[in-house]
């Protein structure tokens, strides 16, 4: 396995988000050249991206450009100028609840804006293509753990129906035009600077302001929380370590990224309770569209080709976010 290349140029889409922002910073304090993109949209509290941002900006070898996927003249340019070896693709329209209303969204992002990163990737000579995927591709499957061999043509949401998409388009690039391609199956990540939209994030808010949170399906459901720490560090050994070419001649490879090991809903929720001090009042509700019961990943061949072993308890994991939610919120 090679090391971290501090010598090559690392573009991160989403670069504002949640993972794209400790990736980036990451790297940065190792001495990479990192090229942040995104759109800044709305979806959530654009302020918390701004501020992500902010704490990048002062790296020496960081730039940011404002631009987004879906304008195809924005992406190439983007490859043209800054002439990256290695491209992250974390930009998409996250969250499962949000594409039952907003559907545009998440096809003009996760789909035709894929498309333009690797068209990009085809056009420009990228040594390594990583891209994000999502643990919700499983949609409702039975068989734990979740493995990258399992079948999953019935997503349950337009969102899983995407990062499925991005899947097979990935796919057909790289057998196509011989671009390596590494796909990310991520699984529920949390921990500071992360996404309000999460459940955890959510649940903290509203403990904090004394407001009832919501558990759907009556608590009964299990996540693969993930420390963002521990995803970064995933990531970080695949960066320089493009797939060999497999058996059928594609350089090309899928693996799930998460903690492997499944926590009770209901268990998080007290273990979050008890770094806050205080109790959750709770609304029990059905389970909700497009949510699954379960996820779990097997990461055996991540472990095996790069030693991927996440070490956060959800103790330690909670009390980190729940140190900067008070720091941050001044609460």
């Known amino acids: 396995m090679n090391p971290l290349n501090v010598d090559k140029t690392y573009l991160v889409t989403g670069g504002a988000g ?31 991206k701004e501020d992500r941002l902010a704490l990048l900006k002062p790296y020496e070898k960081y730039t940011f450009v404002k631009g987004d996927l879906s304008d195809k003249d924005s992406v190439f340019a983007l490859f ?14 996250a969250g499962v609840r949000y594409s039952i209303d907003n559907p545009d969204a998440y096809i003009q992002s996760n789909v035709v804006g894929f498309f333009h990163i690797l068209e990009a990737c085809r056009h420009f000579g990228v040594e390594h293509l990583v891209y994000a995927s999502s643990s919700s591709v499983y949609g409702g499957n039975e068989k734990v753990p979740f493995a990258t061999t399992d079948q999953v043509d019935e997503p349950v949401s337009l969102y899983a129906a995407t990062k499925k998409s991005n899947e097979l388009m990935a796919h057909a690039y790289s057998k196509l035009y011989r ?3 590494t796909g990310l199956r991520f699984f529920t990540v ?38 963002i720490d521990d995803i ?11 797939p060999a070419q497999n058996a059928k001649g594609v350089r090309y490879k899928l693996y799930n990224i998460g903690n492997n090991k499944p926590e009770k809903l209901m268990d998080y929720i007290e273990t979050l309770e008890r770094c806050l001090g205080k109790k959750a009042v709770k609304e029990f509700l059905p389970m ?6 379960r996820t779990y990943a097997d990461v055996t061949d991540l472990t095996r080709d790069y030693d991927f072993k996440p070490d956060t308890s959800i103790e330690e994991g909670l009390s980190r976010f729940v140190a900067w939610y008070r720091e941050y919120y001044r609460v």
């Open 190 to 227: 949390y921990g500071p600077y992360g996404r309000p939209d999460m459940a955890y994030y959510k649940f903290t808010q509203k403990i904090m302001a004394g407001e009832p949170i919501q558990i759907y399906n009556h608590g009964d459901m299990y996540r693969d929380f993930t420390y």
């Open 80 to 93: 043209r100028t800054y002439e990256p070896q290695v491209a992250v693709n974390l930009g998409a329209q």
């Open 288 to 293: 909700q569209p497009g949510d699954v019961y």
């Open 232 to 242: 970064v560090r995933g990531v970080e050994n695949i960066l320089c370590n493009p």
């Open 179 to 181: 671009i390596p391609v």
């Open 18 to 48: 949640f993972i794209g922002f400790h990736l980036s910073k990451s790297l940065l304090e190792q001495g990479a050249r990192v090229v942040g993109f995104d759109n800044l949209n709305d979806y959530y509290d654009v302020r918390l």
